[in-house]
């Protein structure tokens, strides 16, 4: 029962944005740049779906749930999906695909670089997010979608590279990363797990 | 393209006369609403009658472009002071207090002095300038802006020989400006300009927008605006002028050298070390449009800057 909720919660979550965001546009509320403030608010969608999909795990040894794992896919696709309106959104509205400056800034503008370069990196992992992919690839697909914490870490850079002066949410956003990093790299290494079951003295079944 | 002064408007860019009587008359009011203004009402928001917007619509502008809506002037705007987001300074700026205001003209001059407000504004001195914006970000807009040349304010002070640049300044007052509680840029904001540069006619310190006196979001009471460099050169709120000998550190520079110089020309073939300065966002256009040199301003201004490398000099 609590996992059909968790999953309309999270269906809920990933829809609210765009809900959001058709509104302020039909309502005129985006401002007087709204291409821009469409931009920079699907940046920030994608940016937090990434960061709740790798935090995913953690929690799920954290508060004992295993079966909120169920949830960490359509998070994730959630964060490609915004993370291609993004895309498209400078592509198309900003640029009006003027390709001949598209391909100028992925070049030369080192921000855009590596925001590109996250998206390109999170698109094999979007193909391989079925089961099917998952029978197939086995041990293989545990290493491939280890490119999330790849290309979350780009996005983050690319954020506080795109900032003119006010550098807090970026940081922000790379303590975060940080500390899911720490917490990956000691959980690969089996430590976590170990004081974790330790301290689980309860059953929650 | 000359920007001449009030009065020489072609008369194929006039208004119908039914809108738009008569132009010292219309300045007139304006100069009237903002002395009137700086009798103490504090706000710097709408004082005058509302048809004032509505001629504005219909003027077209000296430069044959469109008008950027006057909602759009004053609700997106980078003023730090009242937080770092376009719409913050709008949400914020209620803080300030416009009126009483002085400003402090001294350094290498004969004349220093304290002024306020209404030593510059007179009826009669008060022009209408309808230029173009240039942010350094890329987005651009056209605003009618009310003001007087700079140099007024220069040939009276009587800088001495050894003045080379004009440095500006911003209040610094936490509470009027909750923004300056945070270190993003160092305050209070310093700009400055090279002596001739202040003195050039485009030069303008603006005292009202859209016939209104200038909203708080805007810089009120009184701000600087050089329709040839990067908005941020538009120092808002002006407490300070000094003359000085040495250049100026204006605080985008010090914030970030390589990015942000002192001059700020307005350049598409010298990108920001982050972005291509080659387009622009005009508001309101979907598409964006090249960006001229010197914001379009270069006959009028390129000869300040002969012989001058603007790669390294940006």
């Given at each position: 029962?609590?996992?059909?909720v968790?999953?309309?919660?999270?269906?809920?979550?990933?829809?609210?944005?765009?809900?959001?965001?058709?509104?302020r546009?039909?309502?005129?509320?985006?401002?007087?740049?709204?291409?821009?403030?469409?931009?920079?608010?699907?940046?920030?969608?994608s940016?937090?779906?990434?960061?709740?999909?790798?935090?995913i795990?953690?929690?799920?040894?954290?508060?004992?749930?295993?079966?909120?794992?169920?949830?960490?896919?359509?998070?994730?696709?959630?964060?490609?999906?915004?993370?291609?309106?993004?895309?498209?959104?400078?592509?198309?509205?900003?640029?009006?695909?003027?390709?001949?400056f598209?391909?100028?800034?992925?070049?030369?503008?080192?921000?855009?670089?590596?925001?590109f370069?996250?998206?390109?990196?999170?698109?094999?992992?979007?193909?391989?997010?079925?089961?099917?992919?998952?029978?197939?690839?086995?041990?293989?697909?545990?290493?491939?979608?280890?490119?999330?914490?790849?290309?979350?870490?780009?996005?983050?850079?690319?954020?506080?590279?795109?900032?003119?002066?006010?550098?807090?949410?970026?940081?922000?956003?790379?303590?975060?990363?940080?500390?899911?990093?720490?917490?990956r790299?000691?959980?690969?290494?089996?430590?976590?797990?170990?004081?974790?079951?330790?301290?689980?003295?309860?059953?929650?079944? | 393209?000359?920007?001449?002064?009030?009065?020489?408007?072609?008369?194929?860019?006039?208004?119908?006369?039914g809108?738009?009587?008569?132009?010292?008359?219309f300045?007139?009011?304006?100069?009237?609403?903002?002395?009137?203004?700086?009798?103490?009402?504090?706000?710097?928001?709408?004082?005058?009658?509302?048809?004032?917007?509505?001629?504005?619509?219909k003027?077209?502008?000296e430069?044959?472009?469109?008008?950027?809506?006057?909602?759009?002037?004053?609700?997106?705007?980078?003023?730090?002071?009242?937080?770092?987001?376009?719409?913050?300074?709008?949400?914020?700026?209620?803080?300030?207090?416009?009126?009483?205001?002085?400003?402090?003209?001294?350094?290498?001059?004969?004349?220093?002095?304290?002024?306020?407000?209404?030593?510059?504004?007179?009826?009669?001195?008060?022009?209408?300038?309808?230029?173009?914006?240039?942010?350094?970000?890329?987005?651009?807009?056209?605003?009618?802006?009310?003001?007087?040349?700079?140099?007024?304010?220069?040939?009276?002070?009587?800088?001495?020989?050894?003045?080379?640049?004009?440095?500006f300044?911003?209040?610094?007052?936490?509470?009027?400006?909750?923004?300056?509680?945070?270190?993003?840029?160092?305050?209070?904001?310093?700009?400055?300009?090279?002596?001739?540069?202040?003195?050039?006619?485009?030069?303008?310190?603006?005292?009202?927008?859209?016939?209104?006196t200038?909203?708080?979001?805007?810089?009120?009471?009184?701000?600087?605006?050089?329709?040839?460099?990067?908005?941020?050169?538009?120092?808002?709120?002006?407490?300070?002028?000094?003359?000085?000998?040495?250049?100026?550190?204006?605080?985008?520079?010090?914030?970030a050298?390589?990015?942000?110089?002192?001059?700020?020309?307005?350049?598409?073939d010298?990108?920001?070390?982050?972005?291509?300065?080659?387009?622009?966002?005009?508001?309101?256009?979907?598409?964006?449009?090249?960006?001229?040199?010197?914001?379009?301003?270069a006959?009028?201004?390129?000869?300040?800057?002969?012989?001058?490398?603007?790669?390294?000099?940006?």
């Amino acid at each position: 029962m609590r996992l059909i909720v968790l999953r309309l919660v999270t269906w809920f979550a990933g829809l609210m944005p765009t809900v959001w965001l058709v509104w302020r546009f039909l309502d005129d509320r985006l401002g007087a740049n709204p291409i821009e403030e469409i931009l920079h608010r699907l940046g920030d969608i994608s940016l937090i779906f990434l960061l709740v999909t790798l935090a995913i795990t953690p929690l799920r040894a954290v508060i004992g749930w295993n079966e909120i794992i169920k949830i960490r896919r359509p998070l994730g696709l959630f964060g490609f999906f915004y993370l291609t309106m993004h895309f498209l959104t400078y592509a198309v509205l900003d640029q009006t695909l003027d390709f001949e400056f598209i391909i100028e800034d992925v070049l030369e503008r080192p921000y855009i670089s590596i925001g590109f370069t996250a998206w390109i990196l999170l698109i094999p992992l979007a193909i391989t997010s079925t089961k099917g992919w998952i029978r197939r690839l086995g041990k293989r697909w545990k290493k491939l979608h280890r490119l999330a914490y790849v290309a979350t870490i780009m996005g983050v850079v690319h954020f506080y590279w795109q900032v003119k002066a006010d550098t807090y949410w970026p940081t922000l956003a790379a303590m975060l990363i940080t500390v899911l990093m720490i917490y990956r790299i000691r959980s690969s290494r089996g430590r976590w797990r170990h004081k974790l079951g330790k301290l689980r003295t309860v059953d929650r079944g | 393209m000359l920007i001449g002064k009030s009065g020489k408007i072609p008369s194929s860019e006039m208004t119908p006369e039914g809108v738009y009587v008569n132009r010292r008359e219309f300045i007139g009011k304006s100069a009237a609403v903002v002395a009137g203004a700086s009798m103490g009402s504090g706000i710097g928001g709408s004082i005058g009658p509302e048809n004032f917007q509505k001629d504005w619509s219909k003027v077209r502008s000296e430069l044959d472009e469109e008008l950027t809506p006057f909602d759009d002037v004053t609700s997106y705007n980078n003023f730090y002071e009242f937080g770092t987001g376009k719409s913050d300074p709008v949400r914020n700026a209620h803080t300030l207090r416009p009126r009483p205001w002085t400003i402090e003209v001294g350094g290498l001059c004969d004349n220093p002095g304290t002024y306020g407000l209404e030593d510059f504004i007179k009826p009669g001195n008060i022009e209408d300038r309808v230029y173009r914006m240039r942010c350094v970000e890329a987005w651009s807009m056209v605003i009618p802006w009310q003001g007087f040349s700079l140099k007024d304010v220069i040939d009276q002070a009587k800088p001495s020989g050894s003045a080379r640049f004009v440095e500006f300044r911003t209040l610094h007052d936490l509470e009027q400006m909750p923004g300056q509680r945070y270190g993003v840029l160092r305050w209070p904001y310093v700009e400055g300009l090279r002596l001739d540069e202040a003195r050039h006619p485009l030069t303008m310190l603006i005292t009202g927008v859209y016939g209104k006196t200038l909203p708080n979001q805007n810089g009120a009471p009184i701000r600087l605006v050089v329709p040839w460099k990067y908005g941020f050169k538009g120092i808002k709120s002006i407490v300070s002028m000094r003359f000085l000998e040495q250049m100026p550190m204006n605080t985008w520079k010090r914030s970030a050298s390589h990015e942000y110089g002192f001059y700020a020309n307005v350049n598409p073939d010298v990108p920001h070390p982050r972005w291509s300065q080659a387009r622009e966002r005009r508001i309101g256009e979907f598409r964006r449009r090249r960006t001229l040199m010197f914001n379009g301003y270069a006959d009028e201004v390129a000869s300040l800057y002969s012989g001058m490398d603007l790669r390294t000099h940006y």
